[in-house]
């Protein structure tokens, strides 16, 4: 079958996530289409996009071929049950086939165009119009594809969870999207232990653990480590929770050696920064960083399954980051993906995230 997936704001990294979650679970991902904020791939699974943070719609893709041959297909299918309704289209053929089917049909179809606008991080305002069914209509070299767009992402329930939980850090909390993305990036799959060697509140532990992981947390911070205690009663309590976790307050320097399956963490990105670093500043951070997280790196290395990934997030001040080569001859570790940055216009620190094995 073939996958339409509509994109977040981080198009490149939403992709990398889906990517990451076929071939661990050996979906055999082949890529047919990639453009703006939609990825096309054929798989021989759908995948639920609730399991991925960076997909914001989904459906499968009905029909295929000549513009001739799709129109024929959209004009012959029922497509909608229904005799008025508003109807949003993605991708990067107009909707004019659509509109001349429902109007011919008499039904009272609205075309809605976004009532949500959503920026990628590269300033592109993508449309997310808001309407009773989505299509997907696009073409590459001729070939033309459509479908209908069914799956989409459960904002209000992750939104929620996120909210709800008792013990939240709004300035060092990492969002559950991006909780999401590095346990997919990671290679997590259900079952597998994953461990979060800076765990903080414990944003990461809890999207895995909701994902039926089994988790290992550790922070040198008391404060955060109480939190993360806090946040995962409540989640056992609120959620179904099967899994054992265990959270300690821990250097990340002395993390049992558990062989874990995954890991996926959110590093320190240094003090909060209240003015632009100039050149200089943010040279020597990554520096200090580098310092800091290499002999870490190694010795997470040592305590992983040796086919184990780990999705990590580097800071990225103005044109600074970490030197991803000189992590791989210093640790050993090679980089499977990244570096993919990750900010907000305006941020004066932003991420790279990378993935190593
Ligand atoms: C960016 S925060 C992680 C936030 C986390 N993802 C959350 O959802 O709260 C980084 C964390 O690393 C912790 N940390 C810094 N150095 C550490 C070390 N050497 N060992 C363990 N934890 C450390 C800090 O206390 C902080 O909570």
């Given at each position: 079958m073939k996958q339409i997936f509509i994109l977040g704001r981080n198009p490149e990294l939403s992709k990398a996530e889906i990517l990451a979650y076929a071939d661990t679970r050996n979906l055999e991902p082949k890529e047919i289409l990639f453009e703006e904020n939609y990825l096309v791939l054929e798989l021989n699974t759908q995948i639920?996009?609730?399991?991925?943070?960076?997909?914001i719609k989904s459906g499968e893709v009905l029909s295929e071929g000549s513009e001739e041959e799709v129109a024929d297909y959209i004009n012959k299918e029922?497509?909608?049950?229904?005799?008025k309704f508003t109807y949003g289209v993605f991708g990067n053929v107009d909707e004019e086939i659509l509109k001349e089917k429902f109007k011919s049909e008499k039904r009272k179809a609205v075309l809605k165009h976004g009532r949500q606008r959503m920026k990628s991080q590269g300033g592109e305002k993508f449309e997310i119009p808001k309407s009773d069914v989505c299509f997907f209509l696009s073409a590459l070299d001729d070939k033309f594809y459509f479908g209908t767009l069914s799956q989409e992402y459960d904002y209000e329930g992750v939104k929620s969870r996120d909210m709800e939980k008792p013990v939240r850090r709004e300035e060092l909390a990492i969002s559950p999207r991006l909780s999401k993305i590095l346990i997919n990036l990671a290679g997590a799959k259900e079952d597998d232990l994953v461990l979060d060697p800076f765990c903080g509140i414990g944003g990461i532990l809890i999207e895995a653990l909701v994902r039926g992981m089994k988790v290992y947390g550790v922070d040198r911070d008391a404060n955060a480590i109480k939190g993360a205690l806090s946040n995962m009663s409540w989640l056992k309590k609120n959620f179904k929770i099967m899994k054992p976790y265990i959270i300690e307050r821990r250097?990340?320097?002395?993390?049992?050696?558990?062989?874990?399956?995954a890991i996926a963490t959110e590093t320190p990105l240094g003090k909060i920064v209240r003015h632009r670093p100039n050149r200089q500043e943010a040279r020597e951070t990554i520096e200090n960083f580098e310092r800091f997280i290499m002999p870490l790196l190694k010795y997470f290395k040592s305590i992983k399954k040796e086919s184990a990934r780990i999705a990590i997030t580097f800071p990225k001040i103005r044109e600074a980051g970490v030197d991803c080569s000189l992590v791989e001859e210093e640790t050993g570790l090679k980089v499977v993906t990244g570096p993919i940055f990750e900010g907000r216009p305006g941020q004066f620190i932003g991420r790279d995230i990378v993935v190593f094995e």
């Open positions: 639920d996009i609730q399991d991925l943070g960076g997909t029922d497509l909608f049950d229904s005799d250097d990340a320097r002395k993390v049992p050696d558990k062989q874990f399956d």
